[in-house]
Each structure stands twice: as structure tokens, then as C-alpha cells.
């Protein structure tokens, strides 16, 4: 009984020790010595690639939130009255790792877990799209210690509790870009993984890229603490920049939203928001109730700039109707789905290249699926085009085989270094998605107990 009773003031203590919001800086354009790279110049001012309905997207993830918890939480309402809200968005799987992967891969490759992966280099994201147009893009990625630094994750100083021990605020699992090799082994494309003291060098040049994806640290984004601390991050962070025309001009698409949900026994969708000039007057303050994927980012972006495919999840309709304001200005027709048709909550039970008891191999794209930009699909070199998910084999248990899948573990060559910085040791901080999924095991553990009583 004891222990029971302890058990029962776990949640309380855990939820009362989320941290107050520090801001890790005076401002976002303000350089901060809290992020352990600095700051060696902003990137070169790229020739701008015009869009047929935006100029410049910028996508900000956020951690594991149901949608009806940010929808009832004041900072996104206030921000949906400045642009669209979306209330049928959904993730594709749990839990973080393989939604990132999907957002710019347009796949999670079988993925169910948060490991350390890199994607074999016949594999192509939207990188190979913007780059055979020559639209620039970047990843900025808060904590990171150096740009393009591969590690699976890195501890720093503890700027949230002074007193504690260093801190893992950066984690390569929220980094999706670098998780393939078709990205990091390119050292022009490896640059392009920037911290927040880069960021703001490059704001402050006016030099953002047309593509960039924005991860704030571990906690900032939720993950470690809760909305609210994400929300007054959104505060600091987001309000501000809206103002400064060097981040928000009228060609500018901001989509706000969560890598996946926080109950994985519901269907996993989550509130994401259009913000930022380029969303029309007309539709500010207004809800979109058509039926999104993370996979919709990547039919948007390849709808608006009249890019290539990949041949994955972006080409499926299915799963990636383009944002709709996007979709009218690019004549491109969405599907008329509902979110509860589709789930999306499934976790390692879908075969790939990515899971270890259902592995099949890397197959070829479908080359000959027409995405919403029109262009033809990305073939990189190396690709087998004739190994297709149709004759690929039937998945086997490398598990059983005590094999794990040849693409966990560090790229060869890879720039990781071991993962402590200033400080090191046990985090000071406390992880609420323990504390939330330990009351859920408790409350099942009291439920069987007075079931057994009654
Ligand atoms: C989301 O929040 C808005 C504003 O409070 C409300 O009008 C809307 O009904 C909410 N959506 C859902 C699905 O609960
Ligand atoms: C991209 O830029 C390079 C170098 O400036 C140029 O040679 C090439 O034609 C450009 N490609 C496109 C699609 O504009
Ligand atoms: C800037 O360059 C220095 C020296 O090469 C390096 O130690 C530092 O990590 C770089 N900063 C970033 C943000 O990459
Ligand atoms: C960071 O990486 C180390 C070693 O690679 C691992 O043991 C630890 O669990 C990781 N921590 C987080 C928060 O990802
Ligand atoms: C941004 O500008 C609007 C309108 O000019 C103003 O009401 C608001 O206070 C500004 N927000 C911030 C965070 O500066
Ligand atoms: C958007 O801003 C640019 C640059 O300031 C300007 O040339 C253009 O006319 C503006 N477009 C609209 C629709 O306001
Ligand atoms: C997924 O969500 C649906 C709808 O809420 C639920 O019935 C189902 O049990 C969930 N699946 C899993 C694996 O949790
Ligand atoms: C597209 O996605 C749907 C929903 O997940 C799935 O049922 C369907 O098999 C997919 N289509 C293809 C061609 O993969
Ligand atoms: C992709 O590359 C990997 C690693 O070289 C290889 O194992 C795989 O067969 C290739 N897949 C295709 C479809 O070409
Ligand atoms: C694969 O094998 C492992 C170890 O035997 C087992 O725990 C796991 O359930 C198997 N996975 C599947 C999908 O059969
Ligand atoms: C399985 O792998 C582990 C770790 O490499 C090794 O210690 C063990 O002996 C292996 N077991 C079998 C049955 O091959
Ligand atoms: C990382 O640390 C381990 C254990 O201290 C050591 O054996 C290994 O060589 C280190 N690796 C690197 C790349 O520094």
C-alpha cells in the first residue's frame, strides 16, 4: 500500500515541477550563449525562386499534443485569428522519430521508434526537389552545437535550472533532414543544419532561405515540459518575429504545428495553423476542415513551386491534399476525405526498410505517379527503379534473427562526436510524457484494483 500511495502523488510532484518558460535569450534576434556553437556569419542572399501563392515556408514542429489541448490553450488562438486554422491535420504514426522522417522523405519507412537511423542515399527528400530548382533551404535546429553536427543528441549547460547538470536540449530525432544520408553526406547540404544563434544572424542579414524548418530545443517545444511552456515559447519566439519583415513579409507561409499526438489510442491528429502574410486576408480568423497529412507539406511546397515528386506519401492523394489556398491559386484539386476515415495511430506495426520485425528493403519510388507540382519523380543515382514495393519480399523478423536493420547507428564518416558538452551527467529537468504515461499506468493499475474490490 505504500508504494501505491507514493505512486498516487507521482503525477502531482512531476506536474508541479515544470519549469517556469526561461527565454534562452533577450530576443530571438539576439545572440545567446546558450547555445554552444557560435555564430560564424549568415548565409549568402539566394536569388529568390517565385511561388505561385508563397514566397518562403517556414515550418515550426512542435511536441506531443492532442489538438483539443492546444486548441483551448490562449497563444494559438490568438494566432489563428491572424491566419488559418487547420482542425483535420493529422500525424501519420507514432512516435516522433518517423513523422519528422515523412514530413521531407514523404515516408517513415516502417519506422515505430526514436532511434539513431541514416537513410541510405538513394533516397531523395524534398532537398533534391528545391535544389533542382535552385530554391535555398536551411534547418534550424535550436540547440544544435555545430552546423551539420550528426550526433543523436547533445547535452549543454542548464539554462532552465542553473543548479542542475547539464541538459539534452538538442536531440537528432526532431532534425529530419539530417536523418538522410542523401542530405548529410553532401558537406554543402550538412551547412545547412544551423542553431538559433545562426538564425538570427541570418534574419538579421535578410538572408532566409525559401524552405527552412525551424525545431526549437527540448524544452521549448513541449517535449520535455508542456503546451503551456511551448506556448510561451510561441511568446518569446514566434509574436515578435511575425512583426519583422525580414522573417514575415506578404510572401511568407508559417505552419505551426505538432509532430504527433499525446494519446496514442485516439486517431493522431493535431492543431496546426497557416500563418504569415502570404495566407490571403480573406481567410484570416477562418477554419480549414479539409483533410491534411504531414505529407501535405510536402504536396504544397511542390504544388507551389511546380516541383518534382518523390513518389512516396507526397504522391498519394489520399494522404496529401494541398493546403487549399494553395490548391485554388495552383489549380490543383484536393479529395474530399474525412479525418475519421484514415487512422494514422499505428506504432511499428507497418513493414520497411525501418522496422526490425517486419523488414523489407529500401524499394524504388513509384516513378510514375504525378505529384501535385506536375514534375516528373525524383530518381537519385543509385536507385534500383526495378526493385518496387511489388516485388519487393515478404517482411521478415530480424529481431527473431537477432539482427538489427543495417541503417541504425552512424553514418560512415559521420561528424558524431560523443554527446556531452559543458556538463554532463543526468538531466536536471523532468520528462512529462513519463510522468503522464506513468499516471496512465497507475490509473489502469487503481482501475484493476477496485474492480477487484467492488
Ligand atoms: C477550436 O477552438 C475554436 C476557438 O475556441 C473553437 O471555435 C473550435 O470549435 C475548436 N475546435 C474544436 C474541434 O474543438
Ligand atoms: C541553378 O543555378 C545554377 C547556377 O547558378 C544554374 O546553372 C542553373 O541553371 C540553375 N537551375 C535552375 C533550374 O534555375
Ligand atoms: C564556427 O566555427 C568554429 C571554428 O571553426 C566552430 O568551432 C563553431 O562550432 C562554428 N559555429 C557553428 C555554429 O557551427
Ligand atoms: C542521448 O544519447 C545517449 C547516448 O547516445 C543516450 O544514452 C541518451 O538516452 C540520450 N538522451 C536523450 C534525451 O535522447
Ligand atoms: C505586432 O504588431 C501589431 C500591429 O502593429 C501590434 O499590435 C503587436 O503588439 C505587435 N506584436 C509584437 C509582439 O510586437
Ligand atoms: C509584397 O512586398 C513586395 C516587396 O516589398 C512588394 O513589391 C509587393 O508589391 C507586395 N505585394 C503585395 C501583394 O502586397
Ligand atoms: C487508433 O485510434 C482509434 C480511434 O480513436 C482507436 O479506436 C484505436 O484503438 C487506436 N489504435 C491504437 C493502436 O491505439
Ligand atoms: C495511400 O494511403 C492510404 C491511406 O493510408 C492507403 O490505404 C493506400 O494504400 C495508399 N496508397 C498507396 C498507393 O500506397
Ligand atoms: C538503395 O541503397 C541501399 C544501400 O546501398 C541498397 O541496399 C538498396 O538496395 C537500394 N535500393 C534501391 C531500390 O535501389
Ligand atoms: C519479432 O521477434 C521478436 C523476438 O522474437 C518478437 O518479440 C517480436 O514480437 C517479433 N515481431 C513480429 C512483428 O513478429
Ligand atoms: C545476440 O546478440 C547479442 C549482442 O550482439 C549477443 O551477445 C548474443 O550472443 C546473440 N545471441 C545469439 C543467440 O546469437
Ligand atoms: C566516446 O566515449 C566512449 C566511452 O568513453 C569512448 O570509448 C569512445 O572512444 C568515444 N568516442 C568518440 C568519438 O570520442
Redesign the pocket.
Known sequence: MYALASLVLLPVVLAAQVPQFVPPSEGPLVASSIYPGFNNGSLPKAEQVSGKAFQRIIHIWLENTDFLSANSTAAFNTLATQGIRLDQYCALTHPSEPNYVASVGGDFFGMGDDNLYNIPANISTVVDLLEAKNISWASYQENIPFDGYEGYNYTSKNYVNTSAPGYVYYVRKHNPTIIYDSVASVPSRLARHRNFNDFAADVNASALPQWMFVTPNMVDDGHDTSVDYAASWLQYWLFPLLND?NFN???TLIVLTFDENESYTENNCVLALLLG?AVPSRARGTTDSTYYTHYSLLSTVEANWGLGSLGRGDTNKTLSNVFSFVAAATGYKNLNISSSEVLTNATGTIPGPLNPGLYVPFTAPNTSAVGAGGGSVFVASGMNTSFTAAVAPSPVNLTQQNKTVPWSGPRNGSNAVNSTGSGSGKSGAVDMREGIVGAAIFGTILAGVVALLV
Open positions: 519583415t513579409d506578404n510572401g502574410g
